[in-house]
Antibody
Framework: QLQLQESGPGLVKPSETLSLTCTVS??????????WGWIRQPPGKGLEWIGS???????YYNPSLKSRVTISVDTSKNQFSLKLSSVTAADTAVYYC??????????????WGQGTLVTVSS | QSALTQPRSVSGSPGQSVTISCTGT?????????VSWYQQHPGKAPKLMIY???KRPSGVPDRFSGSKSGNTASLTISGLQAEDEADYYC??????????FGGGTKLTVL
């Protein structure tokens, strides 16, 4: 079945750029039916949608993070990536990647990766 | 885009029913039939329970149901079981390819 796995540094210094990659297995990231999203969860807090990407490269971002976020896709590696610039302690969170349906199959996020904790600290 | 409003916590005894509300605006919950619900156990990734307001993915027990009235969506869990104890999050499409989550509700099974 489809599985997603986040990878990247667990510690990032303030003002630097957070970079994460999500590897998709058991299915193609180039499926026309789905988008691919990033969601984060600060410790002890709720979920926040960061942004999503279509295999063609079309991107959609949370307006509150748009100025600092870049999401890209590499169909040859079946991966998509997140870059968040100028990070502060407020960006400390578990970062999840997920497959996203937005039309035909419905409107949902499923499945999710296991998540990776990124701590912003000097 | 503001987070959707959910009660911080709800509780119920085994066998009872509980309902979790998710209140937004006419720009998100009220404007689209694109509300989904996620269950999250401690230390685990969220799991899709309901999508498009009231549809259940295969494998999700029919004890879980969803509905919407105006700007408020609801998740009802009937016949509560111990394993239902978890955090629950709603999510809504907010137009212009933007999605917003609720703040989460902690369900305690007494």
């Amino acid at each position: 079945q489809l599985q997603l796995q986040e990878s990247g540094p667990g510690l990032v210094k303030p003002s630097e750029t957070l970079s994460l990659t999500c590897t998709v297995s058991g299915g193609s990231i180039s499926s026309s039916s789905y988008y691919w999203g990033w969601i984060r969860q600060p410790p002890g807090k709720g979920l926040e949608w960061i942004g999503s990407i279509y295999y063609s490269g079309s991107t959609y971002y949370n307006p509150s993070l748009k100025s600092r976020v870049t999401i890209s896709v590499d169909t040859s590696k079946n991966q998509f990536s997140l870059k968040l610039s100028s990070v502060t302690a407020a960006d400390t969170a578990v970062y999840y990647c997920a497959r996203q349906a937005v039309a035909g199959p419905g409107n949902w996020f499923d499945p999710w990766g296991q998540g990776t904790l990124v701590t912003v600290s000097s | 885009q503001s987070a959707l409003t959910q009660p911080r916590s709800v509780s119920g005894s085994p066998g009872q029913s509980v309902t979790i509300s998710c209140t937004g605006t006419s720009s998100d919950v009220g404007g689209y039939n694109y509300v989904s619900w996620y269950q999250q156990h401690p230390g685990k990734a969220p799991k899709l329970m309901i999508y498009d307001v009231s549809k259940r993915p295969s494998g999700v027990p029919d004890r879980f149901s969803g509905s919407k009235s105006g700007n408020t969506a609801s998740l009802t869990i009937s016949g509560l079981q111990a394993e239902d104890e978890a955090d629950y999050y709603c999510c809504s499409y907010a137009g212009s390819y933007v999605w917003v989550f609720g703040g989460g509700t902690k369900l305690t099974v007494l």
